[in-house]
């Protein structure tokens, strides 16, 4: 069965009288053990989809399931224990509380999920190439850096789905190979990656390309 299902969502945004469609009947699935690229232009829907995918929003129309629940048209605290249980999110920014340092981040996502684990910490902060950086605040970090930071604390729980919002969009070539190896171990684990990116290096590392243009797949 496949972790994360939409079924043909359908999402408008207005201002003033103008409509855009930011999502014309998008139809996906994620399984596990999958690493899944997004690619599309800017403002072809990426963002969106994520967002509707991980209940962050409520399309209009059609819905999402996630391992077999529906997530889609439920209470806002529903969504958030789905969300907790089985999603990682690494967004384009807003990843880290400005008021905890990058290990406090990491701690308090852990002790979210249920799982405080000191050796993990170490372990995610070296993955990411930050340990020099465990007590800085997130304002003191270079972008890259916080990008990083972000992408530990989406992995701190181990979650069975990871969606990353462009996740290499400000690092160096080198640590874009170290970020692909952690999404790497994530599908020798069994666990499922879907990432928004602009990356062809990363794009070509994931087991399956899904291209948007103006809200639809295209093929
Ligand atoms: N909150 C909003 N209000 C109005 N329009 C929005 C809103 N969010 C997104 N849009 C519009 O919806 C379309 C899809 O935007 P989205 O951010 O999903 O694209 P994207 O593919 O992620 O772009 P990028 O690669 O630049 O991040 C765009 O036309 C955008 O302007």
Same mark, same amino acid.
């Given at each position: 069965?496949?972790?994360?299902? *939409?079924?043909?969502?359908?999402? /408008?945004?207005? #201002? ?11 139809? /996906? ?7 899944? $690229?997004? !690619? ?12 509707? +995918? !991980?209940?962050? &929003? ?16 439920? @209470?806002?605290?529903?969504? !958030?224990?789905?969300?907790? *249980?089985?999603?990682?999110?690494? +967004? ?15 701690? /308090?996502?852990?002790?979210? *999920?249920?799982?405080? &684990? ?28 916080? $990008?990083? $930071?972000? +992408?530990?604390?989406?992995? $701190? ?19 874009? @190979? ?20 602009? @990356? ?8 399956? #390309? ?10």
């Amino acid at each position: 069965m496949p972790l994360l299902v *939409a079924h043909e969502l359908y999402r /408008f945004f207005h #201002i003033g009288d103008d409509e855009t469609a930011a999502l014309r009947g998008v139809s /996906f699935q994620l399984a596990a053990g999958e690493i899944v $690229a997004l !690619t599309g232009p800017s403002g072809s829907g990426k963002s969106t989809l994520l967002s509707c +995918l !991980t209940g962050l &929003d409520e399309p209009d129309g059609g819905h999402v399931e996630v391992s077999g629940v529906r997530l889609t048209r439920r @209470s806002e605290a529903e969504r !958030t224990r789905i969300r907790a *249980a089985s999603f990682g999110i690494l +967004l384009q920014s807003g990843n880290l509380y400005g008021h905890l340092t990058i290990e406090q981040n990491l701690r /308090f996502q852990m002790l979210l *999920a249920g799982n405080p &684990d000191e050796e993990r910490l170490t372990a995610l902060l070296e993955g990411v190439g930050l340990s020099h950086r465990a007590t800085a605040f997130s304002t003191q970090l270079s972008g890259g850096e916080t $990008a990083r $930071a972000g +992408l530990a604390v989406a992995l $701190a729980a181990d979650p069975p789905i990871l969606i990353a919002d462009e996740p290499t969009a400000e690092v160096d070539r080198e640590t874009e @190979s170290r970020l692909i190896g952690h999404f790497e171990a994530r599908r020798e684990a069994g666990l499922a990656t879907l990432l928004a990116t602009h @990356s062809e290096a990363l794009a070509n590392r994931a087991d399956r #390309i899904v291209r948007l243009k103006d809200g639809r797949i295209v093929r």
